[in-house]
């Protein structure tokens, strides 16, 4: 399965490089021949986000983490020199936009696509291997916990592992619902009786 989900961003991000990169070629933006080096850059620069959004989800016990993921995203979005030069910021900013990976794939297109070809590009090619390294490291460790728990003897679901809380609903939650329904249907019961003897009683009195 991760394999797969890899594999199908790679796949996706140089499907979009090629159309990206075909209409920069025809409206002429494509200043030098190592644009065309590009297209594998971005299979590594997907291979880098595949591999750490891996290790991450793999780790996450909800859906409702999966949120914090574009809590992340969007800011680097933002504010990784895509809409706006490095230098619009302030210093201690700056540096922090240099730390974020989407800085790094910025920088490294762009320095393929304009021919700013140097050894600048190697740290950030260095930074995706890393990446790449990282995600695969934490993906195989998780992994080979499923296979040491599933041949082990335990009292540990392993499907609770692997798909963790599905509704993120803990147990002081189902207890806290427990009671609120209770208390409603309560409500209801005594509305109810009192509706039911109100309308008996004008026809009692006749």
Do not use: C
């Amino acid at each position: 399965v991760a394999l797969g989900e890899i594999s199908y961003a790679l796949l996706r991000g140089l499907v979009y490089a090629t159309g990206f990169l075909t209409v920069m070629q025809v409206l002429g933006l494509n200043q030098s021949w190592t644009a065309i080096l590009s297209l594998p850059a971005v299979v590594l620069i997907a291979f880098g986000f595949a591999s750490i959004g891996m290790a991450i989800t793999s780790y996450m016990k909800t859906f409702q983490q999966m949120d914090w993921i574009n809590f992340v995203m969007l800011p680097m979005f933002l504010f990784s020199a895509t809409f706006f030069p490095l230098d619009v910021y302030p210093g201690v900013i700056q540096r922090l936009i240099q730390a974020l990976p989407l800085w790094h794939a910025v920088e490294l297109d762009r320095g393929l696509t304009l021919g700013q070809f140097g050894p600048q590009l190697l740290l950030h090619v260095g930074y995706f291997v890393g990446m790449i390294a990282i995600g695969i490291v934490f993906t195989t460790l998780f992994a080979l916990g499923l296979v040491l728990i599933s041949v082990t003897p335990s009292q540990t679901d392993l499907n609770h592992i692997i798909f963790g809380n599905i509704l993120g609903v803990s147990t002081a939650d189902l207890i806290q619902i427990g009671i609120l329904a209770a208390v409603a249907l309560a409500i209801l019961g005594l509305l109810r009786g009192r509706g039911g003897r109100a309308g008996r009683g004008p026809s009692q009195s006749t």
